[in-house]
């Protein structure tokens, strides 16, 4: 049991670096309960126009809303870059979409970043990861799985992204939205991580299994 135990932390703590550098029970999501990503499960309204839809990440409330003229039809919470690495604010676009794709430098080459829209540059996008209730990446925004799973579906490349301080929908649908923190979640093993099941799960919006 202690072998494992210490298995187990080891390979959390490999995890967690790759983590920061890269960019039981069900866990309640109300406002007033931390959840994670994997319990989060955000309505969403498929737009009538796609050559509308619009992206808006709000840093200050960590807060991202998928918009059609002024309706909100996806809004999560996101993790964006800390102050070291923040994640560049004004108006951008989605130039790469990829299902499944894999972090392709050190450290942490073949680490799953599932669900990745790059935006800014080859090296910033929105994908699948660990969401904290503060800033925690490297520059990316992480979402929740199946905010990330419903978002691939109705951005296209060429879908404008919005990164400021405030967005108009932070004191509105934001302040509804539950406080999610992955913090107290067990990283997997990186054998787990680097197999193609962890897509497949992903595919599905199970939590990991190893």
């Given at each position: 049991m202690k072998s494992l135990t210490k298995i187990l932390a080891g390979a959390a703590a490999a995890a967690g670096v790759v983590f920061l550098s890269s960019c039981g029970s069900t866990p309640s999501t109300t406002s007033n309960s931390p959840g994670t990503a994997f319990s989060f499960?955000?309505?969403?309204?498929?737009?009538?126009?796609?050559?509308?839809?619009?992206?808006?990440?709000?840093?200050?409330?960590?807060?991202?809303?998928?918009?059609?003229?002024?309706?909100?039809?996806?809004?999560?919470?996101?993790?964006?870059?800390?102050?070291?690495?923040?994640?560049?604010?004004?108006?951008?676009?989605?130039?790469?979409?990829?299902?499944?794709?894999?972090?392709?430098?050190?450290?942490?080459?073949?680490?799953?970043?599932?669900y990745w829209m790059s935006f800014y540059s080859p090296a910033y996008g929105m994908h699948w990861g660990f969401v904290k209730p503060y800033p925690c990446t490297a520059g990316c925004v992480r979402m929740p799985l199946n905010t990330a799973r419903k978002a691939f579906d109705i951005v296209?490349?060429?879908?404008?992204?919005?990164?400021?301080?405030?967005?108009?929908?932070?004191?509105?649908?934001?302040?509804?939205?539950?406080?999610?923190?992955?913090?107290?979640?067990?990283?997997?093993?990186?054998?787990?991580?680097?197999?193609?099941?962890?897509?497949t799960d992903a595919d599905q919006g199970k939590m990991w299994t190893f």
């Open positions: 499960d955000p309505p969403v309204t498929q737009p009538t126009n796609r050559s509308a839809v619009k992206i808006a990440i709000s840093t200050s409330a960590q807060k991202m809303y998928i918009v059609e003229g002024d309706k909100v039809l996806l809004a999560s919470p996101v993790a964006v870059g800390k102050a070291s690495s923040p994640t560049p604010k004004g108006t951008h676009r989605i130039t790469s979409k990829t299902k499944h794709r894999r972090r392709q430098s050190q450290p942490g080459a073949g680490y799953p970043m599932t296209s490349v060429g879908t404008p992204v919005n990164v400021s301080s405030t967005q108009p929908w932070d004191t509105t649908v934001g302040a509804k939205l539950p406080r999610l923190d992955d913090s107290p979640l067990p990283n997997p093993p990186m054998s787990y991580m680097k197999s193609s099941k962890v897509f």
